[in-house]
């Protein structure tokens, strides 16, 4: 290694008692003796040349050629570029070259390539080394190996995604039970009362046996419908909710997943401003909570105890919960949530939400994340209370906002008038379709039938001129519903097509996004409500 007067970048302040003992040739040997033996790779390179424009290496020390595997003899006069390769962050790179056209210092963790063609990542700075009149004639790089710390993050990064994984399959799990409770008791229902109906006596009777049958089957309906909502299924929206709906709606699909010794309260305020939330998020931090209240009871008796009201909080009170010390103060829609478990202990208070701290089995212990992100994401808070042995409370804050929540669709069994037209039902369920064209034919509609989206065309090419709308299923065999939804707006771009599906409506549209469409109607529904659904359609000026 030539000495030539460098200097660097940033001298460091004079040391009284040894600048003055040592010669200047005692100082550079110390020099070049720490750069040789240093731990950390050190690479040298010259400021390029009018023939030669990127810098070239000049000088390599041993623990450059122990973590590269190349040697100076490799390396001399050659680009740095040779330790980049196919996972380089261009970016980085980028950065890297603009810091040393303007001579600054660069930092950053970068990804290298070993003479044998095997990554390493290194803690990297690159800084100048100037001579007295503050010339830059080289630059110095310093690396520091941080492979193993990236193995491990990419390791505790795998171990984390299994852990979500294994946490959201055990929390199904816990739900299967009582979802498979719930349903049997429901078909239980349906065919006691439909064998009733098939027996009674007058119509009367049987008109009363099969009401219970239609509202059961609502029920199940719902079911699906929070399965769904929990599962994840459609997107995230936000609107004012009714959080009392909500809770009301979750209980019923937790009460079954909560041990007998447990008993469910609900104490929820009569009058209860809207939040501004997604419906499905607000079921996931109800379900969250309960099943955390009836794990923290554990097998002996208990209680579980949900309740809302709506409070002014004032900034201080804010302060003092998780998440929020800047939210302004205001009206806010309070959820609690209360057991009579074994409460938290002081040390361990700060860190319930921590994504993996579980006091649990593995696989536990993520579920409270997930309640904290979901508030983060809502504008809301929460306060937690509880000393050991007096149980724990969850309190919520959301901001109320005065908008109303949407409207309910029509109940069942509301007025419909008649109404003329000609249908096209597609379906690949044939009790649906047929029970569907029946009901419609009722209302006063003349109906077609087709089993999927291919017969579908075949029949509206057939019938284009007298088919007002058509009622289209989403999943079929041979030609879905967006296959035969382009097809049927190809030959008329003017008919009205009414998409019937399981996923929510906003779901149905990220996978197929219609354009055009003039309805959405999620299964299962009333028959009722289709008919009422089809008669405002219809009622619309054709497009």
């Not at 379709?433 to 989206?453: I, K, P």
């Not at 003017?494 to 599906?501: D, E, F, G, N, T």
């Amino acid at each position: 290694m030539s000495h030539r007067n460098f200097a660097p970048a940033d001298p460091a302040p004079a040391c009284p008692d040894a600048s003055t003992t040592l010669t200047d040739g005692e100082r550079l040997r110390l020099l070049e003796s720490a750069v040789v033996n240093s731990y950390d790779s050190i690479v040298i390179t010259d400021v390029g040349t009018a023939t030669a424009r990127h810098p070239t290496i000049v000088y390599v020390n041993a623990a450059f050629t122990r973590l590269s595997g190349y040697a100076l003899a490799d390396v001399l006069g050659r680009s740095p570029k040779l330790l980049q390769g196919p996972e380089s962050d261009p970016q980085e790179i980028a950065r890297m070259r603009a810091s040393l056209a303007c001579q600054e210092a660069f930092t950053a963790e970068l990804v290298n390539y070993r003479k044998d063609g095997a990554p390493f990542y290194v803690e990297a700075r690159i800084t100048p080394i100037r001579t007295a009149d503050g010339t830059v004639t080289h630059w110095v790089g310093v690396q520091r190996d941080i492979s193993e710390r990236k193995r491990a993050e990419a390791e505790r990064a795998r171990l984390e995604a299994r852990l979500r994984d294994t946490q959201k399959l055990e929390s199904l799990g816990v739900l299967a039970g009582g979802i498979a409770h719930d349903f049997n008791n429901l078909l239980t229902i349906v065919l006691g009362n439909a064998t009733l109906a098939r027996t009674a006596d007058s119509p009367e009777a049987a008109g009363r046996h099969l009401q219970v049958i239609e509202a059961t089957a609502l029920r199940a309906a719902d079911l699906c419908r929070q399965m769904l909502a929990y599962s994840g299924q459609g997107r995230y929206v936000v609107q004012p909710v009714d959080l009392n709906a909500t809770i009301r709606e979750t209980a019923d699909l937790v009460r079954s997943s909560v041990a007998p010794d447990h008993t469910f309260a609900l104490n929820l305020a009569p009058v209860l401003s809207p939040v501004l939330a997604d419906a499905g998020q607000m079921q996931q931090v109800v379900m969250n909570l309960v099943l955390n209240a009836t794990e923290a009871i554990g097998p002996a008796a208990g209680e579980i105890r949900i309740a809302t009201h709506e409070a002014e909080v004032d900034r201080a009170r804010l302060a003092l919960t998780y998440l929020a010390p800047d939210l302004p103060g205001g009206d806010y829609v309070v959820l609690e949530v209360t057991d009579t478990g074994a409460g938290i202990p002081r040390e361990i208070l700060g860190r319930i939400f921590d994504p993996f701290f579980t006091t649990k089995f593995v696989g536990r212990g993520l579920g409270l994340a997930a309640v904290l992100g979901i508030l983060r994401s809502h504008g809301g808070a929460i306060e937690v209370g509880g000393e050991p042995g007096q149980g724990a409370c969850f309190r919520l804050f959301f901001p109320a906002v005065r908008q109303a929540p949407p409207p309910a669709p029509p109940p069942p069994g509301a007025a419909v008038r008649a109404t003329g037209g000609t249908l096209l039902v597609v379906d690949d369920e044939r009790l649906l379709r047929e029970t569907a064209a029946t009901l419609l034919e009722l209302h006063g509609f003349t109906v077609l039938t087709a089993a999927d989206g291919v017969e579908a065309v075949e029949v509206f090419q057939r019938n284009r001129e007298r088919i007002d709308a058509v009622v289209l299923d989403l999943s079929m065999p041979r030609l879905d519903g967006g296959g035969a939804f382009a097809e049927l707006r190809r030959i008329d771009p003017a008919i009205r097509v009414l998409l019937m599906s399981g996923f929510t409506e906003d779901e149905a549209m990220r996978r197929f996004p219609l354009q055009g469409l003039a309805g959405f109607l999620q299964k299962p529904f009333a028959m009722d409500q289709l008919a009422h659904k089809l008669r405002l359609l219809l009622a619309q000026p054709s497009p």
